[in-house]
Structures are given as structure tokens and as C-alpha cells.
């Protein structure tokens, strides 16, 4: 018998505006092993499958909601965890919840360039996320189904990520 290997099923793609970075500060005490950042979610634009194997001429259109927020803690100067929290409003009424896990990691000087809202030549950092989803409508409830991957891109106004299904 032999285990099947997962392929990746493009779902979604999405554009997070984000305000300016509050930063909280390092973090002290019990489980304390970095800086807390937290940078808020102002809107967006997402595109989304209806289902598996959809066409992408099928996908449906939405907004990223303001209110969520990315809630990083920042490891090192070459690593952040993230923890991204945000709702999309889908054309016809749907809501989606997001909670997306990311690592993000590059050379000290791009993550400091970053930092400071500089571009950064995207394939010269690794962003990786793992999102979940819950939904309110009943034709969406494949994505609380499956696991689901990303990548991703941080630009001074902005993240641009794509996620995809593993089928």
C-alpha cells in the first residue's frame, strides 16, 4: 500500500492592507521568548474558490474586513511567528473567519528593511502559513475540511498571500 502525496489546489488570494506596526515590547515573565508586535488589519481584497477543483473564473469576490489584526511575536532578527486574525465579507452576504499561522524568517538586514516599511524583494524571505477557517454559510463548509498551506508577502502597505488546499 502506498500513502497518497498531497497536491496543492490554489483557493484563494488575498490582499491585507495593514496600518502601522504597534510595538508592545519584549515580553517578560513565564513563557517569555520575544518581542510582541501587533499590526493592525485597515481592509482588503480577497478572491475565493467555491469548492474543489473550481475554475478560477468560478471564484468568488470579497473584502477583507477592517478590524483583525496580525499578532507576531518576534523571535530573533531573522524570525517572527504570526498570528493573524481577520473576517472576509464574500459578495452575496458570506462571511469567512481567518485564523492564519505564519513563520516569516530572512537575513537580519531584509527583516530590519521590513521593519522600517522598505520593500523587500519577496523571494529573498521565507513566509509560510498554515490558515483555518470558519464559515457561515453552508456551501463554504468544505474549508473547515481541509488542511489548508500558504505563502505569502510583506510590502510596506500591505500582505499579499495566497492559500491552496492539500488535496
Known amino acids: 500500500m502506498t500513502l497518497p502525496t498531497p497536491t ?6 488575498l490582499t491585507v492592507k495593514v496600518a502601522t506596526p504597534v510595538e508592545v515590547g519584549p515580553i517578560t515573565g513565564l513563557n517569555s521568548r520575544g ?4 499590526i493592525p488589519i485597515t481592509g482588503g481584497t480577497a478572491r475565493l474558490a467555491p469548492g474543489p477543483d473550481s475554475a478560477a473564473g468560478d471564484w ?3 473584502e477583507v474586513l477592517a478590524g483583525g489584526a496580525d499578532f507576531q511575536l518576534v523571535v530573533s ?21 481567518v485564523h492564519n499561522r505564519a513563520l516569516r524568517r530572512g537575513s537580519a538586514a531584509d527583516i530590519a528593511r521590513l521593519v522600517r516599511g522598505e520593500a523587500v524583494d519577496p523571494a529573498a524571505i ?20 481541509s488542511v489548508f498551506v500558504g505563502t ?5 502597505d500591505r500582505v499579499e498571500m495566497r492559500f491552496f488546499r492539500l488535496g
Do not use: K, M
Not at 8 to 13: K, S
Not at 152 to 156: D, L, N, T
Open 8 to 13: 496543492l489546489e490554489p483557493v484563494a488570494e
Open 35 to 38: 518581542r510582541r508586535r501587533v
Open 60 to 62: 468568488l469576490a470579497g
Open 77 to 97: 532578527d531573522t524570525c517572527a511567528e504570526l498570528d493573524a486574525r481577520y473576517v472576509l465579507a464574500l459578495a452575496g452576504g458570506a462571511r469567512v473567519y
Open 126 to 145: 521565507y513566509f509560510r502559513c498554515v490558515p483555518a477557517f470558519e464559515v457561515s454559510d453552508p456551501s463554504l463548509v468544505w474549508l473547515t475540511e
Open 152 to 156: 505569502g508577502a510583506r510590502y510596506p
